[in-house]
């Protein structure tokens, strides 16, 4: 039985999360059971959502339970199998956590799911082609619904979920802007991802100033928006909204570190007609098929290349995780692990 | 040609609202031009939304001119006809203004409507049977869209829209609860209204407060709000939500006078999946119908008979208004013209 380092929350941030939060360790992993598989991880993705379960605080999901492995998504390979659903050598995708292995019930329904590596490359089923990507599918189809023509906005426009929103409402005839931190994301956001216009929030630094960029990025105003920060970014992006605009709300990781963020002027969703809907995209594997279908054609056809920030080896997990909540990441954030 | 007095807006407010901001002038009724009809008026509806057409910004509405009459609803009697669509004696609702008498191109859509003061008096086209309680209508009917046994939060609860939103809801077997100012609005809304519970508001003045009596009145929590009023009410009952709750918000009195309102924890509708609508019920004409018959027949029946805070002459306007913007009417606001 491999030995099995694995990261296990150690303490509650205050404030702002910091490495001490973290502990690794390392056991032996268990003897498989009948049903059971052991996976080994090739790559870990690493998730803003992450931030918000290391508080005790109630929310969508159970707080990640202190002493234990963090939780994360993960793509491997089955090494071993007691169970007639897997066999050795398939790729998988499932939900292994913060180590190099895991051991997974594979009977029980959407922890373990075969996956095809040879169109798309495995990393991508952690971001584009995986949960970032569903998750701005969703919002995008489900929520904006937008029209052809129609101005969308979206904030942390080079990562996972705002590239992937991106190249699905382009697809779908949308002028489409971004809002990134600093030149170069930005270049990268209009230059690469093919993006209509990007603004970087670290030259507007407060609501009234990026309003303004907004209104010259947006001169027919905005229709939908895929809020990803909170803050003085979502203030501003509201005091651009046509009537009847549509909000996604999908992630405030301005939040996530203390205090709320306020809403500043919340009387725009009367003046301006708007709906806001907040989801959760696990809460919706309905849609999931359809999205990953149009996801996996976009990135197989090589029309969409996201980019990824890959850090290398376990032990470098709780650093890539910090540098990702300060937006020091480009592109989906990986951790590669062998 | 009677003399009609009429009040203009005769400033904007800085701030509040005050008597200042109006005039009264008096002038004859012009003489009728073909298609015209001459409508003297007996109520005059006195809404929250007045208040937000005396600012000169930005809004779904044109502000109310300045020198020019007040607008606002009127329901009275054709005394004088050059339109083969009413006749003298025929009561109307409609448009009117804070003013007697109005002139109207009767032909133009919408602006004149035949009434039926048989089984419902006239007064509650302006009420339950008129704006406010199409507003209640469309946002429970068709933003909260609630199931039987849900819970219910209405803000303003003793007022026009809230007391048709309670009995509009108690009819789909939802547990209804009001928020109110003071312990006799607070009693008329459980006794006479029929809300399983009423909250006033006075004696919680903060956020925190209300929001530990709402987890005492909302013991399943809640799962669609109707959103009258902004501000620490608004802060509290999200505090409250269940997943997947439904907020309509189609007023947000407490900041019509100056500042806007933050909302102190936009996290929340991520947090809970929340969605959060807001709508002007004019733009919805075509749900007025079936909502209409179902207000009038619960108050043609007799089951629901609101209450109405009357004040007499024309002259009285402003400060009923100001006094409706304070919360001291008790009901829908009315001025009696005749």
Redesign the interface.
């Known amino acids: 039985m491999p030995m099995n380092k694995q990261w296990i929350l150690a303490s509650r941030p205050e404030g702002a999360a910091s490495a001490g939060n973290f502990a690794l360790r390392s056991a032996p992993t268990s003897a498989l059971a009948d049903g059971q598989v052991l996976v080994r991880h090739h790559y870990l993705s690493l998730d803003p959502y992450m931030r918000g379960r290391m508080n005790d605080a109630?929310?969508?999901a159970a707080p990640q339970p202190l002493g234990q492995v963090m939780q994360g998504g993960t793509v491997g390979e089955v090494i071993e199998s007691r169970s007639p659903l897997f066999s050795v050598g398939d790729k998988v995708v499932g939900y292994g956590g913060w180590q190099q292995y895991s051991v997974v019930d594979a009977a029980q329904p959407g922890v373990l799911r075969k996956i095809d590596d040879a169109h798309v490359s495995l990393s991508y089923y952690l971001g584009a082609v995986g949960m970032p990507g569903v998750t701005a599918w969703y919002g995008l189809v489900k929520i904006i619904a937008p029209r052809s023509g129609e101005t969308l906005v979206v904030s942390a426009a080079s990562g996972a979920v705002g590239s992937a929103f991106g190249a699905l409402a382009k697809a779908r005839g949308c002028r489409v802007v971004g809002i990134a931190g600093g030149a170069e994301k930005c270049r990268y956001v209009t230059d690469k991802l093919g993006f209509d216009a990007c603004i970087d929030y670290r030259v507007h630094p407060d609501a009234k100033s990026l309003s303004q960029a907004l209104k010259a990025a947006c001169p027919d105003g905005i229709d939908g928006y895929f809020e990803n920060v909170?803050g003085a970014i979502?203030d501003a992006v509201l005091s651009r909204t046509n009537?009847f605009a549509r909000v996604a709300?999908?992630?405030?990781i301005a939040?996530y570190d203390g205090a709320?963020?306020?809403?500043?002027?919340?009387?725009l969703?009367?003046?301006?007609?708007?709906?806001?809907?907040?989801?959760?995209v696990s809460?919706h594997m309905d849609i999931w098929p359809e999205a990953l279908e149009e996801l996996g054609a976009l990135v197989g056809s090589g029309k969409f290349r996201p980019r990824e920030s890959v850090a290398q080896g376990i032990e470098s997990a709780p650093e890539a995780f910090l540098g990702l909540l300060r937006g020091r990441n480009f592109g989906k954030q990986l951790v590669q692990l062998i």
Chains 1, 2 share one sequence.
């Open positions: 109630k929310s969508y909170g979502f009537a709300l999908c992630g405030m939040g709320p963020l306020p809403l500043a002027n919340p009387a969703i009367l003046i301006n007609r708007l709906r806001i809907e907040g989801f959760i809460e």
